[in-house]
């Protein structure tokens, strides 16, 4: 399994965070639903952070069987058109970042429950018959 990361940093005003809220919901995440090959998508609005995360406004996960389906997602024409919604969120953002990580999970700590992300593990609670 394929996990693939995208972290968005910058500072939102409370004035525009029913924009950006709005924008994400009817404009990116019915994009990123449709990607090809897409497992699940999880959402993630800090409530907090600290050192490099503490300018983090949003997280979006994204699983894919294997690293060919995910490929397959990041060339589609889906992805190509919500790579122009993000410049337009972003856009909402004072110093706007966004960064991807893409995490290979093997089959064992999928089946423990673990994933192993370098120095943390993080508790999951797999679907093991879809698997």
């Known amino acids: 399994m394929i996990v ?19 924008h994400l919901r009817t404009r990116m995440l019915p994009l990123i639903s449709a990607f090809p090959g897409l497992q699940s998508l999880r959402v993630l609005v800090p409530s907090e952070g600290d050192g490099r995360l503490a300018g983090a406004v949003l997280a979006l996960e994204m699983t894919y069987q294997n690293r060919a389906a995910m490929e397959a997602a990041l060339a589609s024409p889906e992805r190509a058109r919500n ?5 337009a969120l972003l856009a ?9 990580s893409v995490f290979e999970v093997n089959e064992q700590d999928v089946t423990l429950g673990v994933v192993r992300t370098g ?11 879809g698997g």
Do not use: C, N, W, Y
């Not at 120095?119 to 018959?129: A, I, W």
């Open 119 to 129: 120095r943390h593990d993080t508790l999951q609670f797999p679907d093991l018959e």
């Open 92 to 100: 909402i953002l004072k110093e706007p970042e966004v960064s991807h």
């Open 4 to 22: 693939r990361f995208a972290l968005f940093h910058g500072t939102l005003d409370d004035a525009d965070r029913s924009d950006f809220d709005q």
């Open 83 to 87: 790579a122009e919604e993000t410049k």
